[in-house]
């Protein structure tokens, strides 16, 4: 294929994966922000009033950094998961295998899909969250950048487990039962400073940990985590995850029979 013909496939790969939840914007823009909605009044609001201030900021600040990447996670992940296994399960991934499109540009394609829609729940919770707080700016690149960056990293995750996944029942476990308590534990609500030693040095395990905090220094300028650490962790993460997610479909695991 020439760069041309790759291009023009990447692209409609691309706006495939943004209408198909474009297109259905109330059930997958609305909802998340819905939920968050509630998570503002219930912890900032009602509970928050009762914890006071958290790291210098009140408590409302402090969260709404945690509860914009939390739902930026978690759409990420989702649409790619969904949408991967739905063409697994109808077989349309096995044409894109055996036609002369590079593997790396499906993987992107269904990246940049899942990044689209990380960012389109991620901005609309924040314009949300200006009804109930008003956020100071300390570094809108390292914002920008940490968002792309987690978004990627949880859209390829979504791949790697839509590849094996054998049943769509198989697609709600990841999130179910490691991607909500890796996301609670990661900080979103309290900084780790307030936990025993112990406890500290166990949170460093959770990868989401240094994207919270990394996404809200962008916000507040503080961090439980260095910044610089923080990036090496998500970059790390994505470049891992972007090799097995290829090896996965050269090799053709779950895909070909």
């Known amino acids: 294929m020439t760069l041309a013909e790759q291009y023009i496939a990447f692209k409609t790969i691309v706006i495939k994966e943004v209408l198909r939840f474009s297109r259905i914007w109330v059930q997958t823009i609305i909802p998340p922000v819905i939920t968050m909605s509630l998570y503002f009044v219930i912890f900032g609001n009602l509970i928050g009033s009762q914890i006071g201030d958290m790291g210098g900021f009140r408590y409302m600040d402090y969260i709404v950094p945690g509860l914009i990447m939390m739902s930026v996670i978690t759409n ?8 991967f296994y739905g063409c697994k399960f109808h077989h349309h991934i096995e044409e894109m295998l055996v036609s002369p499109l590079p593997n790396y540009h499906i993987v992107l394609g269904f990246v940049s899909g899942g ?4 960012l389109a729940v991620g901005a609309t919770v924040t314009v949300v969250s200006m009804l109930f707080t ?12 940490t968002v792309v960056l987690t978004s990627a990293l ?9 590849v094996f996944a054998k049943s769509f029942d198989d697609i709600s476990i990841v999130p179910t039962f490691v991607l909500t308590p890796l996301t609670y534990l990661g900080g979103v609500f309290y900084t780790i400073q307030m936990l025993p030693d112990f406890w500290q040095q166990v949170s460093h395990i959770n990868p989401i940990l240094y994207m919270v905090n990394a996404f809200r220094y962008g916000f507040l300028g503080i961090s439980d985590i260095n910044i610089s650490l923080s990036y090496v962790i ?6 891992m995850l972007y090799g097995y997610a290829l090896y996965l479909l050269r090799i053709g695991h779950g895909i070909r029979r």
């Open 115 to 118: 990044i689209a829609r990380g």
């Open 134 to 145: 008003r956020l100071p700016l300390h570094s809108l690149p390292v914002i920008v950048s």
């Open 234 to 239: 998500i970059i790390g993460f994505v470049l």
């Open 76 to 83: 990420s992940y989702a649409n790619v998961v969904s949408s």
């Open 154 to 162: 949880f859209s390829l995750a979504g791949l790697i487990n839509a």
